[in-house]
């Protein structure tokens, strides 16, 4: 069974630091990207940021770009997104899903799937 689990949300204070993780199992990651996106009540969820398996290539939201950092562990089969200097305005669940193939330019929800339960983090000003 194909299953993506995220872990790592909590509470922290603005300039703090997370972790997430999300622990895929029931498939390799050969093939396929990691895409992490959030979600906010009544807004679309968006994309955070990706990598590609294969190329390591990745994407960042504009936003979060310098301060949030996407990496996979082929070993473990997990990809983890390192979340430094959080602000406020980072506060939403996040959750990992995938593609076959690669990020594109701009990651759309729709495009993904097999998506995980998602993990809460909140941000306090």
């Known amino acids: 069974e194909v299953q993506l689990v995220e872990s790592g949300g909590g509470l922290v204070q603005a300039g703090g630091s997370l972790r997430l993780s999300c622990a895929a199992s029931g498939f390799s990651l050969d093939g396929y990207a990691i895409g992490w996106f959030r979600q906010t009540p009544g807004k679309e969820r968006e994309a955070v940021s990706c990598i590609s398996h294969d190329d390591g290539s990745t994407y960042y939201k504009d936003s979060v770009s310098g301060r949030f950092t996407i990496s996979s562990d082929n070993a473990m089969n997990t990809v983890h997104l390192q979340m430094n200097n959080l602000k406020p305005e980072d506060t939403a669940v996040y959750y990992c899903?995938?593609?076959?193939?690669?990020?594109?330019?701009?990651?759309?929800?729709?495009?993904?799937?097999?998506w995980g339960q998602g993990t809460r983090v909140t941000v306090s000003s």
């Open positions: 899903a995938r593609i076959r193939g690669y990020c594109s330019a701009y990651p759309m929800a729709y495009e993904y799937s097999d």
